[in-house]
Nanobody, 123 residues
Framework: QIQLVESGGGLVQSGGSLRLSCTVSGFTLDYHALGWFRQVPGTEREAVLAIGSVYGRTFFADSVKGRFTASRDNAKNTVYLQMNSIRPEDTAVYYC????????????????WGQGTQVTVSS
């Protein structure tokens, strides 16, 4: 019954913005870390950013610092990924995940995963 449902993916032009949402059901989000990951063809899945629990902090991959931001709405059990100044190399399948940790940029720390949503950036 624990599920993560993503939305907001699609086609966007280089330099544009996109906002992804991930709504969690089946458990309370307050004390879970939330992570956004992405995977491009021929590569391993990589961490984009991680939002800590109420006592944690936020980490960003170097490739998205200054361009992507994230937030969480515990009341709505929803986490957001705001993508700005999008580049073609940001094209990937994006996943959200939740884990019973303070904060982590490692996949093993996350127990629950969304199905992924495709983001395609055109030049």
């Amino acid at each position: 019954q624990i599920q993560l449902v993503e939305s907001g993916g699609g086609l966007v032009q280089s330099g544009g913005s996109l906002r992804l949402s991930c709504t969690v059901s089946g458990f309370t989000l307050d004390y879970h870390a939330l992570g956004w990951f992405r995977q491009v063809p021929g590569t391993e899945r990589e961490a984009v950013l991680a939002i800590g629990s109420v006592y944690g902090r936020t980490f960003f991959a170097d490739s998205v610092k200054g361009r992507f931001t994230a937030s969480r709405d515990n009341a709505k059990n929803t986490v957001y990924l705001q993508m700005n100044s999008i580049r073609p190399e940001d094209t990937a399948v994006y996943y959200c995940a939740a884990g019973n940790v303070v904060v982590s940029m490692q996949e093993w720390a996350y127990d629950y995963w969304g199905q992924g949503t495709q983001v395609t950036v055109s030049s």
